[in-house]
């Protein structure tokens, strides 16, 4: 954590603190993502985009519409609504080709074309012959894929493990994936594909940390269960987070603030925003100003027109 940078917005520019709160990267940039791999994509006061590493140096000048972040030792870009591949370098390792493609971080991707998807290598050869309207990221050697209309999980040889029976399958978190026969109700599946939370639930989250997201109803309070599906903290929230280091944040009249695994407030719901905690800090808005707080609900850093 302590060499973990955190982006902010101050001014309608961007830059990057360290945990004590202290700017490290000037607030300098029209736009900035986080930090993956010890690059950020930046969009520069000239409208020029590139990747700046943590000494705040532009290490890649890239000539595109977007820029995503970098998974393993790749990242994608946009030019002309079509997606290819560079590395580290900045050299293309996939040309602009693609409809859409989806980084596995193994030197693998998914990319499709004409509404097809594939699974590709490193010099976009496709690894499986099997045609899918959707492939999933590669999450521990499995991926989620449909095929006429139907969602089931496949191996990475493109060999059925969980069958293409559901109206939506999501992938294996914590040993769960959620899983719908209809596209109204959902419930939980193990490995074996018996169901171990009944599909009773009107919206789930995958599990995190233990606990899951749910809701009976449309525009119903959110909650959250266990794997026993036992509720643990009762529905009573307009949205809420996966927990991420203990807490969530969670949205009640109309304001955020961050709860404990006990539906304890940590922090109540005084923010116009709140995201989920990720190394040891949150991001939050108060008036369109950005905050960072550690798990303890202090500041780091204090949005300037906070004043409780």
Request: aromatic content about 14%.
């Amino acid at each position: 954590m302590a060499n973990h940078f955190y982006r902010i917005k101050q001014n309608n520019k961007y830059g990057f603190l360290n945990n004590e709160g202290e700017f490290v990267i000037p607030p300098s940039y029209l736009q900035a993502a986080d930090f993956s791999g010890e690059l950020a994509a930046v969009t520069m006061e000239n409208g020029h985009k590139g990747y700046i590493n943590k000494e705040n140096d532009v290490v890649l000048q890239i000539n595109a519409d977007r820029l995503g972040g970098f998974n393993g030792e790749w990242a994608t870009f946009i030019i002309s609504r079509k997606t290819g591949i560079i590395n580290r370098q900045g050299e293309i390792i996939v040309p602009p080709i693609f409809e859409q493609i989806i980084l596995n971080g193994n030197k693998t991707f998914i990319g499709q074309q004409d509404g097809k998807m594939y699974l590709y290598d490193e010099k976009a050869n496709k690894i499986l012959d099997n045609e899918f309207d959707f492939l999933g990221r590669w999450n521990n050697r499995e991926m989620v894929a449909e095929k006429n209309g139907k969602h089931g999980l496949i191996n990475d040889k493109g060999e059925e493990i969980i069958p293409f029976k559901y109206a939506y399958c999501g992938s294996f978190e914590e040993g769960y994936a959620q899983v719908s026969l209809d596209n109204d109700m959902y419930g939980f599946i193990d490995k074996t594909g018996e169901f171990i939370i009944p599909p009773t639930y009107y919206q789930l989250f995958d599990f995190s940390e233990g606990l899951a997201a749910f809701r009976l109803k449309t525009a119903g309070k959110w909650g959250f269960i266990n794997p026993n599906n036992e509720v643990i903290i009762k529905p009573k929230f307009q949205s809420v987070s996966n927990f991420s280091e203990g807490i969530s944040a969670v949205e009640l009249k109309d304001s955020y603030g961050y709860i404990d695994k006990q539906g304890k407030w940590i922090v109540k719901n005084i923010f116009s925003t709140a995201d989920s905690f990720s190394n040891g800090l949150g991001l939050v808005t108060y008036e369109g100003e950005w905050g960072y707080l550690n798990r303890s609900g202090e500041w780091v850093y204090k949005p300037h027109n906070f004043n409780r």
